[in-house]
């Protein structure tokens, strides 16, 4: 039965939502810092044309940008389980959360590979000879002149990505992970005024967005002002 829209609910809702961003931000924050290894892993091994490796993360890149990010989800979620089970280990146990993590965190790092990728070729060939002219060991170069002339480049993409990341941990919910969105419905349940519960935490995650937006614009101006 539908129930007629009030505020009140909404303002209700509220407090238990707020009790559960640190859970979601945890998620959002490992599915970062996995993206970003495995992302500049993949970065590396592509720039440095590594045989055979290369060839490997090419598939893997293309294969993980061409599938939807809840299908990658429960293909972690129900197939890893199924797959170790073969081999007499059981990851049934496990929580959620942690497939969840793998999942996005590898989606993540392919995107995060080619906007690296990308950077690395704009920085262009002259620099690194120029580090070599200097004395620079490869390595050197790679750390002290491309890297961080790269980071600048790429922060913009990289600050889209972190947004699109907090929305995608709504879908936690679906493999039962308690957090924002999972809340969301259990409040929207237990009261019969499921729209006020979608409403509340919708605004939870823009107050968030805008949060996570700004922090990115400040750090974008203060690159682009040292670049100059």
């Known amino acids: ?53 290369e060839q490997l993360v090419r598939v893997i890149i293309s294969v993980v940008r061409g599938i939807p990010p809840l299908t990658q989800l429960f293909i972690f979620y129900f197939g890893m389980p199924a797959l170790f089970l073969k081999i007499g280990i059981d990851l049934t146990r496990i929580d959620g959360m942690w497939f969840v993590i793998l999942a996005y965190g590898l989606s993540n790092g392919a995107v995060i590979s080619e906007n690296l990728r990308a950077a690395f070729a704009s920085v262009g060939k002259g620099q690194e000879d120029a580090a070599y002219s200097i004395g620079m060991t490869g390595t050197k170069a790679f750390f002290r002149i491309m890297i961080p002339q790269a980071l600048v480049v790429a922060l913009p993409s990289f600050g889209n ?68």
């Open 1 to 53: 039965m539908v129930q007629a829209f009030e505020w009140k609910y909404v303002l209700k809702a509220m407090p238990r939502l707020l009790h559960f961003i640190p859970i979601t931000l945890l998620i959002w924050a490992s599915i970062i810092l996995s993206g970003v290894f495995v992302g500049s892993l993949f970065a590396v091994i592509r720039t440095k044309h590594i045989p055979v490796l």
């Open 161 to 228: 990505l972190c947004v699109a990341s907090l929305k995608n941990t709504s879908l936690a919910f679906s493999v039962g992970v308690i957090e924002l969105m999972t809340t969301a419905n259990q409040i929207g349940t237990f009261t019969m005024h499921r729209m006020e519960s979608y409403v509340a935490v919708a605004l939870v995650y823009y107050v968030l967005y805008l949060i996570i937006r700004n922090i990115f614009r400040l750090i974008e101006h203060k690159a682009s002002y040292q670049k100059d």
